[in-house]
């Protein structure tokens, strides 16, 4: 079985922090390909540091790729529809931080893009996991908590 080839789209904190690590730790499962960021060396340090040959300013350069197979989405959520659409549109799977959208408006037109293109949008949204989110849904469902109309970090 042949490593899934992956293009990261914005190499700051998350990237650098999370997937950047991860993609170190699965090298026999993962090959990094190419890295993207609207700043040039930022591109070029982390595809130096992980051992990626390919660095972009443009992250449409690394959609044209026929060798990579998905994207990692680590933008600021205003990008992530556009982003997305395009790699959708690109036959690239895809992988888009959290939050996956400025808007259900955006969220609504990557997932008809991915299921227009046939392949797999997932979110990361690992939070979940985390012990005082899930007391947070326990009470909530347990009806400990009213309405919840708005929650923040």
Same mark, same amino acid.
């Given at each position: 079985?042949?490593?899934?080839?992956?293009? #990261?789209?914005?190499?700051?904190?998350?990237?650098?922090?999370?997937? #950047?690590?991860?993609?170190?730790?699965?090298?026999?499962?993962?090959? #990094?390909?190419?890295?993207? *960021?609207?700043?040039?060396?930022?591109?070029?340090?982390? &595809?130096?540091?992980?051992?990626?040959?390919?660095?972009?300013?443009?992250?449409?350069? #690394?959609? *044209?790729?026929?060798?990579?197979?998905?994207?990692?989405?680590?933008?600021?959520?205003?990008?992530?529809?556009?982003?997305?659409?395009?790699?959708?549109?690109?036959?690239?799977?895809?992988?888009?931080?959290?939050?996956? &959208?400025?808007?259900? &408006?955006?969220? *609504?037109?990557?997932?008809?893009?991915?299921?227009?293109?046939?392949?797999?949008?997932?979110?990361?949204?690992?939070?979940?996991?985390?012990?005082?989110?899930?007391?947070?849904? *326990?009470?909530?469902? &347990?009806?400990?908590?009213?309405?919840?109309?708005?929650?923040?970090?």
């Amino acid at each position: 079985m042949r490593p899934l080839r992956i293009g #990261l789209i914005g190499a700051g904190t998350i990237a650098w922090s999370a997937h #950047l690590p991860a993609i170190a730790r699965l090298r026999e499962l993962v090959e #990094l390909v190419a890295i993207t *960021d609207v700043r040039e060396t930022a591109a070029k340090r982390a &595809a130096q540091h992980f051992g990626c040959e390919s660095a972009y300013t443009d992250y449409r350069h #690394l959609l *044209d790729r026929t060798d990579i197979d998905a994207v990692l989405i680590c933008t600021p959520e205003f990008l992530h529809a556009e982003q997305a659409i395009a790699a959708a549109e690109a036959g690239k799977h895809i992988l888009c931080e959290k939050p996956m &959208a400025a808007n259900l &408006a955006e969220a *609504d037109a990557m997932l008809n893009a991915c299921r227009r293109a046939r392949v797999t949008l997932m979110v990361g949204h690992s939070r979940r996991l985390i012990p005082r989110y899930q007391r947070i849904h *326990d009470a909530i469902v &347990a009806g400990e908590v009213g309405e919840v109309r708005f929650v923040r970090e």
